[in-house]
């Protein structure tokens, strides 16, 4: 089973717009972490947001922002004010205590595209 | 601070050879984890190693290895290559302090096409 779901292949957005990335994901450990990250077309993997199981208040890092409901097991990605530079490849990740380290677990991305 | 590197940054190679390569975590971190990136198959996780140990490993044959020395560099190797082992690998280091809330950085990749 999928633990990782991202519904969206690909979205546009309209420059300065917002738009939301969809991720659920699926796990029976009480305490996980949650990332997103943004790959461009360079292709190296860049840190955007984490979000703890624990976390009472939603994660924000200036235009990101996660919008974290646990009971539903989504975690979707908020880009407010979206800007030219933001056209990319967008993952959810996942880490799971009950693996050992530092593994995570990919979803399958989707590819933003921001118009002028 | 630099970031994670890794080298070399592009590779081609024939079916059969073998391959290493490296990557050199952001100083001070500790950890360094490897994925491997395919349109198919998307994002996998290959291993990591944490104080030069194996800590953990992906669902991957025994032709994927690697090694982290005592400066927290890693390589890891490829042997008898085969055409689905072309992807991009992706290096990522953290600090490994407090495993809740622990970040991985990741380097630029290394593109490997097999011949």
């Known amino acids: 089973a999928q633990k990782i779901t991202q519904t969206q292949p690909g979205m546009f957005v309209q420059e300065k717009e917002a738009v939301t990335l969809d991720c659920t994901y699926d796990?029976?450990?009480?305490?996980?972490?949650l990332f997103w990250y943004k790959q461009p077309s360079s292709g190296e993997m860049i840190f955007l947001i984490y979000?703890?199981?624990?976390?009472?208040q939603n994660a924000t890092e200036g235009r990101y922002s996660l919008n974290f409901q646990k009971a539903r097991k989504s975690a979707n990605l908020v880009i407010s004010a979206s800007q030219l530079g933001d056209s990319a490849m967008y993952f959810c990740?996942?880490?799971?205590?009950?693996?050992?380290?530092?593994?995570?677990?990919f979803g399958g991305g989707t590819r933003l595209m921001v118009k002028p | 601070k630099a970031g994670v590197t890794q080298t070399p940054r592009y590779l081609i190679k024939t079916r059969g050879q073998q391959v290493t390569l490296s990557c050199s975590p952001i100083?001070?971190?500790?950890?360094v984890s490897w994925y491997q990136q395919t349109p198919g198959q998307g994002l996998q996780f290959l291993f990591e190693?944490?104080?030069?140990?194996?800590?953990n490993k992906g669902n991957f044959p025994g032709r994927f290895s690697g090694r982290q020395f005592s400066n927290s560099r890693s390589e890891m190797n490829v042997s008898t290559l085969e055409l689905g082992d072309s992807a991009l690998y992706l290096c990522?280091?953290?600090?490994?302090?407090?495993?809740?809330?622990?970040?991985?950085?990741f380097g630029p990749g290394t593109r490997l096409t097999v011949l």
């Open positions: 990522a280091s953290s600090l490994a302090v407090a495993v809740d809330t622990d970040t991985q950085y």
């Open positions: 796990t029976s450990d009480p305490s996980y972490g």
């Open positions: 979000q703890g199981s624990y976390d009472q």
């Open positions: 990740a996942m880490r799971e205590p009950s693996s050992a380290g530092n593994m995570l677990t």
């Open positions: 100083s001070g971190h500790r950890s």
């Open positions: 190693y944490f104080s030069e140990t194996q800590r």
